[in-house]
């Protein structure tokens, strides 16, 4: 099978590497990929949210698989443009995705499917969002409705806050993805990831996870697209995972698949914990990064096997193998991230680093020059391992940082402690 990744990140190196695993895979071509998927497929560069090019570059290239990585392309029309031409695609429609990319029409379906998520009102002007977080009182948050790199949230512990960010919104801070508000009740809780596959109909859970999205150690400084995380997640215990599938995922699923644009790919569900009960935060459309990374560790090359049955709509009867194990991933991103940082410093130490089913060193922003391994973004690498225990697996991956040589970088020294 001749098999084309969408994306460049740690989720799509993890993915590649799941992939490649397994036999059926033939040809793997990831598009644009990175320094570290470079090792280990064909990297190709062009638009991936051009939905034209991408069919023309699968068909060229004799693509009998296309998995899309992250939410762009998906939110483009990517997904549709290649079923349309008769490939092979893991990853919902332009109609799906809207799951992810517009909070009010997620919003909607949780309401009208029943599923607990936070009390919300939807505004296309200031005044009115305004009166609205007043009435409410902090905490509170505000949400710009469209896509926003995972920026569009400012979760206001006062009111101040709160009123400055519906003016920053309507302003344009950003862009056109701001041009429609969300105000939302402030949820209380632990957080985690829920992760299931989608066929349109089935749904079939693959994985829990947590990240830390914080930039520093205790949790604290700016948000980030996230410093780490680990699988399982110990706070969504089988009984909360089995409720939110039965009160939140599977109602979502049916009336998407009602109103004519069922779900097919990976939907992942970002939950709120408390006392015991989940609520959604949100859904993504995607693999989230840097859970995929460990996911990937833990399903291995079943991965393939299990999102080749979702795009085929055969989830039906479908099992995952699961093993009694735990993976963490440790972020090293650029001095200075989220912020302003540099590009282009040189990384040691990753020859002889261990790469096996328990170690690996995913690139998330790297590029090759004159033969070395080169920042190019703002996460870096994510440093992976896994382990009989949550505790094996972070001492693993911390013995990986600790050889890594790379004055430009910085990571969390403390991620996984609160399961810990
Ligand atoms: P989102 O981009 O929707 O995942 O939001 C980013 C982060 O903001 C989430 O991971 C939560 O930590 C936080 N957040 C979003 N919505 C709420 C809410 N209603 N209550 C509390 N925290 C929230
Ligand atoms: N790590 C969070 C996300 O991918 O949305």
Request: proline share 5%.
């Amino acid at each position: 099978m001749n098999i084309l990744i969408l994306g460049g990140g740690g989720r799509e190196h993890a993915l590649a590497w799941a992939v490649k695993q397994n036999p059926k895979c033939d040809r793997l071509i990831v598009a644009p990929g990175n320094a570290g998927v470079a090792e280990i497929a064909e990297c190709a560069a062009f638009d991936i949210c051009d939905g034209g090019m991408v069919v023309t570059f699968a068909e060229e290239n004799a693509v009998d698989f296309v998995i899309v990585g992250p939410e762009a392309p998906l939110a483009a029309g990517v997904a549709d443009r290649l079923r349309e031409a008769g490939i092979l695609t893991f990853g919902p429609s332009e109609a799906a995705a809207r799951l992810e990319a517009s909070k009010s029409f997620s919003k909607e379906i949780c309401d009208a499917a029943g599923a607990p998520t936070a009390a919300w009102a939807r505004f296309s002007s200031a005044g009115p969002a305004k009166d609205y977080i007043r009435d409410q009182g902090a905490p509170i948050v505000v949400k710009a409705d469209g896509l926003a790199a995972g920026k569009g949230v400012i979760v206001a512990m006062d009111e101040a806050t709160a009123l400055a960010a519906v003016d920053d919104m309507f302003a344009g801070e950003f862009g056109a993805a701001g041009a429609e508000v969300v105000i939302e009740e402030y949820m209380d809780g632990e957080e985690a990831s829920f992760f299931v596959l989608c066929d349109g109909a089935t749904v079939l859970p693959i994985g829990t996870a947590q990240d830390h999205k914080r930039a520093f150690d205790g949790d604290e400084g700016p948000n980030t697209g996230g410093m780490g995380a680990y699988s399982p997640a110990p706070v969504l215990t089988d009984a909360i995972a089995e409720t939110a599938l039965r009160e939140i995922v599977e109602p979502t699923v049916r009336l998407m698949a009602a109103r004519g644009m069922p779900y097919q790919g990976i939907l992942y569900a970002g939950l709120m914990i408390t006392d015991g009960k989940p609520r959604l935060v949100e859904y993504n459309a995607r693999f989230g990064d840097p859970e995929c990374q460990v996911l990937m560790m833990r399903l291995g090359a079943q991965a393939l096997d299990l999102m080749q049955a979702c795009a085929e709509g055969r989830l039906e009867g479908v099992r995952v193998n699961w093993a009694d194990d735990h993976a963490l991933t440790v972020v090293m991103a650029a001095r200075g991230y989220p912020g302003d940082h540099a590009k282009g410093s040189v990384i040691g130490g990753l020859e002889g680093m261990p790469e096996d089913a328990a170690h690996m060193v995913f690139h998330a922003g790297t590029r090759e020059a004159d033969g070395k391994v080169v920042a190019s973004g703002g996460r870096v690498l994510n440093v992976t391992a896994r382990g009989d225990s949550l505790r094996e697996a972070r001492d693993r991956a911390y013995a990986m940082v600790q050889r890594i040589d790379w004055p430009d970088g910085f990571c969390r020294s403390d991620i996984g402690w609160r399961a810990l």
